[in-house]
């Protein structure tokens, strides 16, 4: 027999550290601690979290590839203020990516993958019953859509629904914030016809459901920066 390997060895800690760093700052930037256009400092974030440079560099490349931190030459990293043009460009590319989902997901899903969705409106339903905070209603509602991309079982639909999550957290919550209501008043009656029209295999409804829901959201984001645009004149 030869030598046994020592599989430890071959995942550096420095990624798990990088890791561990990011997932501290984007929770902090989609809870507003950090704030838009506010500069991040390497060095500060190191000292706090008691390590070097390195993994901290690593994080915010990590989040720079989200779209939460913005680097600019000789200025340095600060996080990134979403524009009015962001958010359509955003819900625009979301409507294109789960409306794939939604015709992959009628073909392919099995009835137990649709009674999996199901699943997420009932622990919506739930949770407007118990009582939530903003941030627990918008990570329902992201688990959910990518659940719908998940088990489209179209493996690039969810790679490119992921990597716009980050943002698409950040423009969820801020339309939340400024809607308090709409995730019991709209979001688990939403998700249960789409959910519904899923099951029929009705293409054509599921995906007009989801185009409804997703104009409402961005109309609000595009209101809310009319509004913010208006209040700076």
Sequence with gaps: ??????????????????DHIADQLRQAIVTNRLKPGQRIVEGEIAKAMETSRGPVRDALLLLENEGLVVRYPHRGTFVAQLSHEDAEEIYSLRQAIESLAV??????????????????????????????????????????????????????????????????????LAHRTRNPRDFEELAVEWHRRLVDALRQRNLERAQEELRKHLAITV??????????????E
């Design 103 to 172: 015709a992959y997901l009628v073909k392919r899903a099995t009835s137990e993958e649709i009674d999996e969705l199901e699943e997420y409106v009932d622990h919506m339903e739930a949770k407007v019953r118990q009582g939530y905070t903003q941030m627990e209603a918008v990570e329902l509602d992201l688990a959910f859509h990518r659940a719908l991309c998940r088990l489209s079982h179209h493996r690039r639909v969810l790679e490119a629904w992921e990597a716009l999550s980050g943002q698409t957290r950040l423009l969820i």
């Design 1 to 18: 027999m030869g030598e046994q390997t020592n599989l430890s060895m071959l995942a550096p800690p420095s990624r798990v550290l990088s």
């Design 219 to 232: 109309e609000g984001l595009l209101n809310s920066f009319m509004e913010k645009d208006e209040g700076d």
